[in-house]
């Protein structure tokens, strides 16, 4: 189904699926750094991507703390979502490639939400350095873990934080070296 119909379609599909699957890994990252779940963006976050969840942790346990549901649950929309925008241009994909593909694509978008948060979190400082609201403190709660440790190797100058600096060439880095051969690989492996 190519043309005018098959792109609407193609755009609607990644629309909804992609920001489903951002609330997942949302969930699972807010779960794997511990933050507030009395947040109300963290409440709105849970309300949403409870339904499913609750379905695959019956058959999936976590392990080593990590929701491992959460995961599965965002590869499998991942998934699904490539299956489907690759079926209305008409290619049928090998389903090994496909699975590569759509975890390369995961760890992508987890990298990204990462990137954007500690982007959020430098212009935050910069209009509202001592303000407080939800979006604020859970930006803080994902974006801490990763801020932290580049603290400690690279001190403010100034009063000026460096630290995002690092974690940005980090992300890019994991981006460009592990991600993208990833997602590679598994561009040549749905091709058969």
Do not use: C
Request: aromatic share 12%; net charge positive; no cysteine.
């Amino acid at each position: 189904m190519g043309g005018y119909l098959g792109n609407a379609g193609s755009f609607l599909i990644g629309i909804i699926f992609d920001l489903y699957i951002y609330v997942v890994m949302l969930r699972f990252l807010l779960q794997l750094v511990h933050a507030d779940f009395y947040n109300p963006i963290s409440r709105v976050i849970v309300k949403v991507s409870d339904p499913p969840l609750q379905l695959f942790r019956r058959y999936i346990p976590g392990l080593l703390g990590i929701d491992m549901s959460s995961i599965i649950l965002a590869l499998g929309l991942t998934i699904l979502k490539f299956f489907l925008l690759w079926q209305i241009q008409g290619f049928q994909p090998a389903f090994f490639g496909l699975l590569v593909y759509s975890i390369g694509d995961v760890l992508l978008q987890l990298s990204q939400i990462f990137y954007y948060a500690v982007l959020i979190r430098i212009i935050l400082s910069w209009v509202a350095p001592n303000s407080y609201n939800p979006a604020v403190a859970l930006v803080h709660s994902l974006t801490e873990p990763l801020m932290a440790p580049a603290r400690r190797l690279i001190p403010s100058f100034g009063g000026l934080d460096m630290s995002p600096i690092v974690v940005f060439i980090i992300l890019i880095l994991i981006q460009k070296i592990l991600i993208q051969p990833v997602l590679d690989v598994g561009q040549v492996l749905m091709q058969g």
